[in-house]
């Protein structure tokens, strides 16, 4: 996978091929996704030059890296997958499994400057075939989420990164409120700018900008009506985060960040987006550490959103009837709530580490205005033997929609991975991956099996 062919972690795999589960624009929500210590209200962490690293993260890079001219290195690995699915489109009655062949390439590079000037590059590409049903092979090439470019250079006291993120995905697994659809093609990038002024040893603050896009590609297929033309989106986000070192156990600070979000389909409602609260790094001890955020948030939309559009229009009413028909089923609402973030993390040895994360947020719905997303999650890293490495990963989903057809459901997951490495660049690799939901909406239920079995090589 990217950066990493052969991590243990179960999770490593289905975010890597972009079926991990994000927050629909705002940012991602999940730790498995990008950690919560360390990031932006827009959710990525910014990179950070070498001497920065801890120990293990400063081996990992090492280990990215395969040649080198001058001070430029780069890194290739090539894998090769099969998959079972025996549940393509997370559908309650019409399921369909079948075996899927997915080859996967990764490179990283980094070229370092100077001492304090770094850019780096990374890109994972992969693809799709399935043996059965054609109909729902890759639509070109995918780009993994994990993708990006980056440059890091400083300016006295101040750090300054300039980044893009970009993606080309077709999975559903990561949208929650959607079910029975096989492929959601989309096409995301996000690209920003951000400082972190060291101002002296205890006080820090970092301002920063991002600009994201998600573009979309096809029709979902959903009810036959709903196209993916209503999530198109652009949204920037300015964000400050002022922090404290009161100790070097302990780091307090703020993190704010407004957002402004502008659907291309008139039938979604413009909107902003605010978060701020407080948070707190801990240092527990040498082998623990824990972080924790929480505020108030607001997602609030400029007029109501109609997003049964285009079934209305096909319906022939006029205009008095499609009116009041509208008025009944458009989604209206605000939202003005509490977040919360957790994470702690334990490494009580070399061979093993594990990590048990919370978070409570309101994000951008699929086919809601928004959706109130409560997320659970444990995931473990095991050396087993020299060359066995175990990484179970479970978690639980509860959200609710916007609109007065409003979804309840409840989604649980678990996932297991084993890497065997034959040799120091060759690595098999085993995950299975299960997944539950539980709608209030009829037909909005499903489970999902899904095999993996890989084989990885680095050059």
């Known amino acids: 996978m990217v950066g ?26 999940v730790p498995s996704d990008y950690t ?49 699915n025996d549940n393509i489109k997370l559908s309650q009655n019409d399921r369909i499994s079948d075996f899927i062949f997915r080859p996967v390439l990764n490179l990283d590079s980094e070229w370092r400057l100077s001492d304090l000037n770094t850019l780096r590059f990374n890109i994972g590409l992969s693809y799709a075939k399935y043996f059965q049903h054609s109909e729902f092979d890759t639509d070109g090439v995918l780009i993994s989420p994990t993708s ?22 077709e999975d559903t697994y990561d949208i929650p409120d959607v079910s029975g659809v096989p492929q959601y093609k989309r096409w995301e990038n996000q690209a920003g700018l951000d400082a972190d002024w060291a101002i002296n040893q205890s006080f820090d603050l970092t301002v920063g900008y991002d600009h994201y896009n998600l573009w979309t590609t096809g029709n979902s297929g959903q009810q036959d009506l709903t196209g993916f033309q209503l999530q198109d989106r652009a949204i920037d986000t300015i964000f400050v985060k002022p922090s404290w070192q009161m100790n070097p156990a302990i780091k307090v600070g703020v993190n704010a960040s407004y957002s402004f979000i502008d659907f291309k389909d008139p039938a979604r409602s413009d909107g902003e987006g605010l978060l701020a609260g407080p948070f707190i790094e801990w240092q527990i001890s040498e082998y623990t550490n824990l972080y924790l955020e929480g505020g108030y948030q607001s997602l609030t939309f400029d007029h109501a959103s109609n997003f049964e559009d285009a079934a209305i229009n096909q319906l022939g009413l006029s205009a008095t009837d499609a009116a009041a028909v509208r008025a009944s089923v458009q989604d209206s609402e605000d939202s003005h709530s509490y977040y919360v973030k957790f994470e702690i993390n334990n490494r ?112």
């Open 148 to 169: 990006e470019i980056a440059f890091t250079m400083y300016t006295g006291p101040v750090k300054w990164t300039v980044r893009d993120r970009g993606s080309y995905q």
């Open 348 to 459: 009580p040895s070399e061979f093993f580490k594990h990590r048990l994360s919370f978070s409570k947020t309101s994000e951008v719905g699929f086919l809601s205005d928004f959706i109130t997303l409560y997320n659970v999650e444990y995931d473990a890293d095991w050396k087993v033997t020299e060359k066995l490495e175990l990484g179970p990963t479970v978690f639980y989903e509860h959200y609710t929609t916007s609109g007065s057809l409003g979804e309840k459901a409840d989604r649980i997951g678990a996932a297991i991975g084993l890497r065997y490495h034959i040799r120091n660049n060759l690595t098999l690799g085993l995950d299975y991956r299960y997944i539950w939901k539980n709608s209030n909406l009829d037909g909005l239920d499903y489970y999902q099996n899904l095999v993996f079995l890989s084989l990885y090589y680095k050059f």
């Open 36 to 84: 919560y210590e360390n990031a932006s209200p827009s959710g990525l962490r910014p990179l950070r030059p070498g001497q920065d690293l801890s120990v293990t993260e400063a081996q990992e890079e090492e280990d990215k890296f395969n040649f080198a001219l001058g001070n430029f290195r780069f890194g290739a690995a090539l894998g090769v997958g099969i998959e079972f």
């Open 4 to 29: 990493k062919p052969c991590a243990s972690r179960a999770q490593d795999f289905f975010r890597d091929l972009g079926t991990s589960r994000s927050s629909g624009g705002i940012g991602p929500v």
